[in-house]
């Protein structure tokens, strides 16, 4: 890397980079930028905000990422970007035959990279590969593929690869398993009270599926019969024994959004204690400087191991197939969501 790179993801407030944020990234040099609708316009406006941040750190391959799962959480839509169902909606329409619908999810995943790489964009927070319990509370719901580990696991791997086929890299989340958690995160700490034997049985085996994935984005939940005080973004005993151990992930560990009110403490703290647990990445995404400046302060440069696994990621992206008929693919989407419903 040109440059010392510190390893935090920061969020912006709108459509284009202002004075204090192109001061702040230009200072403090961060690994990546998240986008969210608030910065989403058009498609020449989303380019020209992705090239200017790639501009400010100097890195033409510096990541962007976005949440583009479908369904309610769709960062890009309409008008200028096709509609995609949520992750539940393709194994509801392949009424028993699964690899109907694992196919139609691959699919629209190499629809949404194409959408995602045509402005810049090269990584996406997709897909969630949490396994969602009947009592779990709604924030993950129809953004799960199904209920079975395996299965989920299968549509996680076409999705994914359906991702880097079309230059985009995908994250696997939230390691290692929000489906059981009575809260949302987003407002408050969950706490999951499964025995070890059951979150082995269920929870970690699609993350163990796709652990030679880039990257992984961790959970604000305590895992009550591994670590009752941390939560797994915070806990040394999530990520070193069962992120990097028991489940066998190696690439990339990214926090979810530090702003979340799972987490305690002040942003440096929060940051800190993440770092001192284990991840590789901090990720704070609401693009308020002042919060953001705590988390630059308290993040290391990207070196050393982490510094490796974000070299090995972004060595995956792939250059689009030529291969692609898009006017084809989005006729036989179309085509089979209306046959399949």
């Not at 020449?44 to 941040?53: D, E, G, N, P, S």
């Not at 196919?103 to 949490?130: K, Q, S, T, Y």
């Not at 390691?175 to 979150?199: F, K, M, Q, T």
């Not at 926090?255 to 993440?274: C, P």
């Amino acid at each position: 890397m040109a440059r010392d790179v510190k390893a935090f993801i920061c969020g912006c407030k709108g459509l284009e980079l202002d004075a204090d944020e192109r001061a702040f990234l230009a200072l403090h040099n961060p690994w990546g930028l998240i986008l969210f609708k608030r910065n989403i316009g058009d498609r020449a406006q989303v380019a020209a905000l992705v090239a200017t941040f790639r501009e400010i750190v100097g890195r033409q391959d510096a990541p962007v990422l976005i949440d583009q799962e479908g369904g309610r959480v769709q960062r890009m839509g309409p008008p200028h970007w096709p509609k995609y169902p949520p992750a539940a909606r393709f194994n509801e329409l392949a009424a028993g035959r699964p690899q109907d619908g694992i196919a139609l999810a691959g699919l629209a995943a190499r629809l949404m990279a194409h959408d995602l790489a045509e402005v810049g964009i090269n990584v996406d927070c997709l897909p969630v590969l949490d396994v969602p319990s009947p009592q779990g509370h709604q924030v993950i719901g129809d953004r799960a593929y199904a209920r079975d580990p395996e299965l989920v696991a299968a549509y996680g791997r076409a999705v994914a690869e359906a991702m880097m086929a079309g230059g985009v890299l995908p994250v696997i989340k939230h390691i290692p398993g929000h489906g059981r958690a009575l809260a949302d995160s987003h407002l408050e700490l969950p706490r999951v009270s499964a025995s070890r034997v059951e979150l082995q049985a269920a929870d970690f085996v699609p993350f163990q599926h796709l652990r030679d994935m880039p990257l992984a984005m961790t959970a604000h939940v305590v895992y009550e019969a591994i670590d009752p005080d941390r939560p797994g973004t915070t806990s040394p005993v999530i990520i070193g024994r069962i992120i990097r151990g028991e489940i066998g992930f190696d690439g990339l560990l990214m926090t979810d959004d530090l702003s979340m009110k799972a987490l305690s403490g002040s942003f440096a703290d929060r940051t800190r204690a993440a770092f001192a647990a284990g991840v590789d990445v901090g990720l704070h995404c609401n693009g308020d400087l002042a919060e953001a400046s705590q988390v630059a302060a308290a993040t290391p440069y990207l070196v050393g191991r982490s510094a490796e696994r974000a070299t090995a990621a972004l060595a995956r992206l792939s250059v689009r197939g030529q291969d692609f008929d898009l006017v084809d693919a989005r006729q036989r989407v179309e085509s089979l969501l209306a046959g399949m419903g």
